[in-house]
């Protein structure tokens, strides 16, 4: 990953795919969303609070779309704020980790959250509606429900209060929601 660089847009909205070490599955639960609520909370507490427009916890990784404030880039600083106040509740609480190598022990590194992340900064609103359209549908493309309503550790429910959605919307199998164009890093 020496020749990965990331794109910084001030105010720009971004899809991010987090994954946990070594696909772990700890995620998709109710302790680890109280928990990465908590963590979130906290980074709203020290750095001005970016918009969390959609978002889904599954069991070994997650999906989210942030818009970041008028005139700040700094997402790298924030996710790194999240996963440490994540990982040191979840330890605290008796989580598992995975194990970590010496290299990861002389640079502090946990076996909680993969070091690396996925961002894609989203262009245009068609980009943007294809990846907020994707975090919904991903319980059901991982085969972990039938229907975006049955998963909830997702922004879906907020989004059908708001109108965005229909509450059957992701319930056919009929092939209309096509994804192939989204290219996620992660491998997922």
């Avoid at 440490?84 to 990861?104: C, D, I, N, Q, V």
């Avoid at 109108?163 to 890093?185: E, K, P, R, V």
């Amino acid at each position: 990953m020496s020749n990965y660089r990331r794109c910084y847009i001030p105010g720009g909205s971004y899809f991010f795919t987090v994954v946990t070490e070594r696909r772990a599955k700890i995620l998709g639960n109710d302790l680890t969303r109280d928990l990465l609520r908590a963590a979130f909370l906290d980074c709203f507490q020290r750095w001005p609070p970016f918009r969390v427009d959609a978002m889904v916890m599954v069991q070994d990784h997650l999906h989210a779309i942030w818009t970041m404030p008028p005139g700040d880039a700094a997402y790298p600083k924030r996710w790194g704020a999240i996963k440490k106040h994540f990982t040191e509740s979840w330890l605290a609480l008796g989580g598992a980790e995975k194990p970590r190598s010496p290299s990861r022990i002389a640079h502090r590194r946990r076996g909680v959250w993969q070091r690396y992340y996925a961002e894609h900064a989203l262009r245009d609103e068609r980009d943007y509606q294809r990846h907020f359209d994707y975090i919904h549908y991903n319980p059901v493309k991982h085969g972990l429900v039938e229907s975006p309503r049955n998963w909830p550790y997702s922004t879906f429910y907020r989004w059908v209060k708001l109108g965005a959605y229909h509450l059957d919307w992701g319930c056919s199998l009929d092939g209309s929601l096509d994804f192939s164009d989204i290219n996620s890093t992660s491998g997922d």
